[in-house]
């Protein structure tokens, strides 16, 4: 059985921004991470819409589909229903200490706020948040209304990274891949994993 350096849960919610939650997703992997990923409904179809990434709909299905597209190693990936309320991120005692969010959508952040846990993407937070773990949430949205600040300022006083998906350019990209690129580092950097997709500023090496 493989042993892995970490664990780190990753979720995608219906937000418009996919291909950073995939490429997020193949760099964790190539880190020797074991991910928990969960997906919501909304989420597969940004997936579907945005990069043409069609997962199928049943559940054993989806997981072969995954472990085949991303070259995952045994266990590497773990695609876990909405309603699995018995998995690792769950419960405070089995949990990983890491949760991504990546694109993680105003509703899914208000009910993240709120403590609403209605789903495992928002019991997975809520657990991350109170064994005093990492949570980071990397949005897309624009403009932002009154009640999404306040939901972040509220988050924000817990700990929470709020990380929008907006990237520089003074890298000076060549290709969409590249400003994609330029987020995807900057997420794992705040992970503590090391990365080469993005060098830091004014870098010795670049």
């Known amino acids: 059985?493989?042993?892995?350096k970490r664990r780190v849960t990753l979720a995608?919610?219906?937000?418009?921004?996919?291909?950073?939650?995939?490429?997020?997703?193949?760099?964790?992997l190539a880190a020797n991470t074991q991910v928990y990923l969960l997906l919501s409904d909304a989420a597969k179809i940004v997936l579907a819409t945005e990069a043409d990434f069609d997962i199928p709909a049943e559940h054993d299905a989806a997981q072969t589909f995954l472990n085949d597209h991303f070259n995952g190693l045994d266990n590497q990936i773990q695609l876990l229903e909405k309603s699995d309320w018995f998995?690792?991120?769950a419960s405070g005692s089995s949990s990983p200490k890491q949760m991504v969010i990546c694109?993680?959508?105003?509703?899914?952040?208000?009910?993240?706020?709120?403590?609403?846990?209605?789903?495992?993407?928002?019991?997975?937070?809520?657990?991350?948040?109170k064994e005093r773990g990492q949570l980071l949430i990397a949005w897309r949205e624009s403009p932002l209304s009154s009640i999404h600040l306040e939901n972040m300022l509220s988050l924000s006083k817990l700990g929470v990274t709020l990380m929008p998906l907006a990237p520089g350019f003074y890298h000076k990209p060549q290709s969409l891949e590249e400003i994609i690129d330029f987020m995807v580092a900057r997420i794992l950097d705040h992970l503590d994993i090391e990365q080469t997709l993005v060098l830091p500023w004014m870098s010795e090496n670049k």
């Open 12 to 28: 995608l919610t219906g937000a418009s921004g996919a291909p950073y939650g995939l490429r997020l997703l193949q760099q964790l």
């Open 1 to 4: 059985m493989a042993t892995f």
């Open 87 to 89: 998995s690792a991120p």
């Open 103 to 129: 694109p993680c959508s105003m509703g899914t952040l208000s009910a993240i706020s709120h403590g609403a846990s209605n789903n495992l993407i928002e019991r997975a937070a809520d657990v991350v948040l």
